[in-house]
């Protein structure tokens, strides 16, 4: 009988890696506590492509006859785009939508370079070749794939080329016949410690004065002379009593480069600032990775609307209509978000490439929306619950320890028993009050990039002519 998905990363996972906690590097992430739930998590979810019900909804066979994740998938045909969508879908469900990188985002951004590695054909011939043969690799390996962009933050009024000791933001500081040597940080990796490889590129412009940081290159997690510092875990072995913090803590990780040697074979764009920013700002490349990004929003803020549905008639409150409107509330966003991924898939167009691409413009709206909506959700249900939280047990176990008869009366619910209702509190702490919550709230609110640069990003590239010449119609 052939390995399973999980089983195969599992195996993967054992390489040794330097991630470091506590100052020490983690040599066994599939038993230390901080990791072990959210391995068994991740393994699950690769697990889900080799159900012989979810996985056909997960998975397509590729040219070469390996199975692979549908967002590796070329959207040749418009039906692939709707494909390519409920895939998205059905696997940020399997975790509510809390496990962000383990999701398709870089696979399919990569897809997207892939796809559209033409484009800078002419300032980097090499780049469509090994662009391919890497996305080829990871695709048919069934690997997963996270990236880390950000310099450190250390004094924002300066270029990158002005801090130059030793570990600021990552350059190239050597080239030699078997590749590049690169020295210094980036951040942030999320997910990095769970992850089979990780992609390194700026993520925002770079100057000439700092073409040694303009370099976009990838390596296997367990890269040598690569250090992957840990923050603080906000994992829980408990699972009754933090069911999303012990199963989804998907570690942040800044990466350190202490003179790592890159294979030329692995470095797609060396020192060239224009290239990288050219493909790195393509719309089709931006369209065909949003599309993961908001089909995941949507599952978390359903998610959370579920349960502040649950919050409302566990203790009778949903009659009232200002618990009514803060639901509501919870619907409109989810229900916006839906609308808008709907309208990128049905009004996709074919691309001047032969490739399908959803439309770029309500993913953006989408995203840019997310980074408000989800600290309001988060909000809502701190409303909805008010110190119900806080009243709840140490332990799901003291319901049925020597006082267990009265707390069975004192926590149940207006429709429900107390273990129900200690378990659904639980839960909304987890989202709303625990560290994993309030992580969760600060990656929602940046993930994407500073947010008054987004909408400014999304003003700046906004088609207006099409409003201005429908006033001119009207008042020329």
């Not at 494909?83 to 870089?106: E, K, L, N």
């Not at 409302?312 to 989810?334: C, M, N, T, W, Y």
């Not at 600290?375 to 003291?398: F, K």
Request: with cysteine; net charge negative; glycine share 6%.
């Amino acid at each position: 009988m052939s390995a399973t998905s999980g089983s195969r990363y599992l195996q993967r996972l054992a390489q040794q890696r330097n991630v470091w906690l506590d100052g020490e590097v983690v040599r066994d992430l599939a038993r230390h506590p901080a990791f072990a739930g959210t391995v068994r998590s991740v393994a699950a979810l690769l697990d889900l492509q080799d159900d012989p019900v979810r996985g056909s909804e997960l998975t397509f066979t590729t040219e070469t006859g390996a199975k692979a994740n549908l967002a590796f998938l070329v959207p040749r045909e418009r039906d692939d785009i709707f494909r390519r969508g409920r895939s998205f879908r059905v696997w940020s469900d399997a975790t509510f939508g809390v496990m962000s990188r383990v999701a398709g985002f870089y696979r399919a951004q990569l897809t997207g370079w892939h796809i559209r590695s033409n484009l800078i054909r002419q300032e980097e011939p090499h780049f469509p070749d090994k662009i391919a043969r890497y996305y080829a690799d990871l695709r048919d390996r069934d690997l997963l794939l996270t990236a880390a962009g950000h310099d450190p933050q250390i004094d924002r009024t300066k270029l990158a080329s002005e801090l130059g000791d030793l570990y600021t933001a990552l350059r190239v500081v050597k080239e030699t016949e078997e590749g590049i040597v690169v020295r210094g940080a980036k951040m942030i990796a999320t997910g990095g410690p769970y992850m089979d490889e990780i992609m390194v590129s700026p993520h925002s412009p770079k100057t000439a004065e700092e073409k040694h940081y303009a370099v976009m290159f990838a390596i296997p997690a367990s890269h040598p002379g690569v250090h992957l510092i840990c923050r603080e875990p906000f994992a829980s072995e408990r699972t009754e009593d933090h069911p999303l913090s012990s199963r989804y803590d998907e570690m942040d990780a800044v990466l350190v480069f202490d003179d790592a040697l890159i294979p030329w074979d692995r470095v797609f764009i060396g020192n060239n600032p224009e290239a990288i920013w050219k493909i790195r700002s393509d719309r089709f490349v931006s369209a065909i990775s949003l599309h993961e990004n908001v089909a995941r929003l949507a599952s978390k803020l359903e998610f959370v609307a579920a349960v502040g549905v649950e919050l409302a008639a566990s203790i009778g409150i949903a009659r009232f209509s200002h618990v009514q409107d803060k639901l509501a509330e919870l619907f409109l966003q989810l229900e916006t978000v839906e609308a808008l991924l709907k309208s990128a898939e049905h009004r996709c167009a074919l691309h001047p490439d032969g490739v399908w691409e959803p439309e770029l413009p309500p993913l953006v709206t989408a995203k840019n929306l997310g980074n408000r909506y989800y600290p309001r959700a988060i909000e809502i249900l701190q409303l909805l619950s008010g110190a119900g939280m806080l009243q709840v047990p140490s332990t799901l176990a003291e319901l049925h320890g020597p006082l267990g008869s009265r707390l069975r009366n004192i926590y149940r619910g207006a429709d429900r028993d107390a273990e129900e209702r200690v378990k659904l509190l639980k839960t909304a702490w987890d989202l709303a009050g625990s560290r994993l919550g309030a992580r969760h709230e600060l990656y929602e609110r940046f993930y994407a990039g500073d947010p008054a640069r987004t909408y400014a990003a999304q003003y700046a590239e906004y088609d207006k002519q099409a409003l201005l010449d429908r006033v001119a119609r009207h008042i020329g």
